[in-house]
């Protein structure tokens, strides 16, 4: 087996060593501004409302606003079981991506036939969210500068070369390391209008506030425990009260789902990430990074980083694990050796800001779908709906859910609910002990992957064939 370029050029330990001493333990995006960020009632008692959102991520707060704008009328009450946007939503690194399949190739493979569908509904979902930034004056940090896929390994550069995505340019080493100075790049591919970077915390908060603005009422530290059909409509029973409704939406995500058809179809996994202090002006020189992208390296076990508003540099992925059981636990959020690591693949990355020191580390539970992507469906005669299973590309496609769970229960076929990405349920996980054995496998043999100029096992062969698979 070959080593990666993270095994091959390994700075001194002392160097992460020191660059970790310091770093708090909380998220960055939510650290910056929940001082700040506005609190809602619980609810008590017994209401009622046409429409009942449970989760206040990305998914209830798109629907809530989408709801809303589309029939100003509609009573909507959105119910979150701790504060909104606490979750995926505030913590993570802030890419919103237009692609709905995670990512070019995924889609190609799954859905050769809507691939054109898909990327332009992608596209036009990522511009109406833009204009929804713009037009409700949301404080997001919304940022149109693209992202940028890397090759750090010489196998990479062809997958690059390759690449037949018409929105964007393939990069030489030279014309790449002129964008962003590392010496791992050997090529890169500029996706220029197709991402965004945003604040992601603020991005929940600004949502929750355009929501409210349009008479929707949100209630925090409100949690659901069932949902109860009755006359004609739904029960949503909470910890301290109920609320009648018309229609409900689900967007629970990684958190356990009130619907028992979906136990099996998503996984927990685990991401890490880091952020370091404001770069010096001579530091961020050293690197250039000018256009501000996001970029991603090309392996199986990828690294994702990006600048934020004051220079600081997210730097997160590689490790993402999963646990037996694959329950949300908070103990999972604390594990020092894969600070570690990415700290070390770091200074792989940028050598010349050794010195540079980590102000905050974190993690969180994302969930996970063998299509690598969301899928949607309705329940309890049509007057349920929910999405789920994002895998980690939810910051964008979430808006493009809301539309799509909206059209599910207007009960009107629309172009977004004819697609096949739409329709068709994924293959469900195994139960355990079976989960566990076999994803832990499958990223050993994408591991191996990397260390083996890219070539896949009979195991990845294998679930790439059956449309199984776990993503890092």
Not at 215 to 224: D, K, L, M, Y
Request: charged residues 25%.
């Amino acid at each position: 087996m070959n080593t990666t370029v993270f095994e091959r050029n390994v700075p001194q330990a002392a160097v992460v060593t020191k660059a970790l001493e310091g770093a708090v333990h909380r998220p960055f995006w939510i650290d910056d501004v929940q001082d700040s960020a506005p609190r809602y009632p619980e609810l008590e008692g017994s209401a009622s409302a046409d429409l009942v959102i449970v989760g206040g991520g990305y998914t209830g707060l798109w629907t809530a606003l989408r709801a809303k704008e589309r029939d100003p009328n509609r009573t909507v009450i959105l119910l979150e079981a701790a504060r909104v946007a606490w979750a995926a939503s505030g913590r993570n690194g802030g890419f919103c991506e237009a692609s709905l399949t995670h990512g070019y190739e995924n889609g190609k493979n799954r859905w050769p036939g809507e691939l054109e569908t898909l990327e332009r509904l992608g596209l036009e979902n990522l511009d109406r969210m833009q204009e929804a930034v713009e037009k409700y004056g949301m404080d997001c940090e919304w940022e149109r500068s693209g992202e940028l896929n890397v090759a750090v390994e010489p196998h990479q550069v062809a997958w690059l070369e390759e690449d037949d995505d018409p929105g964007s340019v393939f990069l030489n080493q030279e014309e790449v390391r002129a964008e962003v100075n590392s010496p791992t790049y050997l090529a890169g591919r500029w996706y220029k209008d197709s991402v965004a970077m945003v604040h992601p915390y603020k991005l929940g908060l600004e949502l929750a506030r355009v929501a409210v603005d349009l008479g929707v009422r949100i209630h925090e530290g409100t949690r659901v425990h069932e949902l109860k059909d009755q006359d004609g409509g739904v029960t949503v029973v909470t910890e301290r009260g109920q609320v009648r409704a018309g229609q409900v939406v689900l967007g629970t995500n990684a958190y356990p789902s009130l619907l028992r058809r979906n136990k099996l179809m998503t996984v927990t996994v685990y991401d890490y990430v880091l952020m370091t202090e404001p770069l010096t002006e001579e530091q961020l020189a050293a690197i250039g990074w000018s256009n501000r992208q996001g970029i991603g390296d090309m392996a199986n076990q990828f690294h994702y980083y990006r600048l934020s508003k004051d220079n600081r540099i997210l730097f997160g992925g590689y490790d993402a694990l999963y646990f037996s059981g694959g329950r949300v636990n908070p103990r999972h959020e604390d594990r020092p050796e894969t600070w570690a690591k990415l700290a070390s693949h770091f200074f792989t990355t940028f050598p010349q800001l050794e010195g540079v020191k980590f102000s905050h580390k974190w993690a969180g539970a994302i969930d996970s779908s063998t299509q690598f992507c969301a899928f949607f469906g309705t329940a309890r005669k049509g007057k349920v709906a929910y999405a789920a299973g994002f895998t980690g590309l939810g910051v964008g496609a979430t808006a493009f859910a809301a539309d799509v769970l909206l059209d599910l229960l207007s009960g009107q076929a629309t172009e977004r609910t004819r697609i096949e990405m739409v329709r068709k349920r994924p293959l469900p996980f195994p139960p355990e002990p079976l989960a566990s054995v076999g994803i832990n496998l499958t990223r050993w043999s994408m591991d191996r992957a990397d260390h083996n100029g890219g070539k896949r096992n009979i195991l990845l062969k294998t679930l790439d064939a059956v449309g199984l698979g776990f993503d890092s």
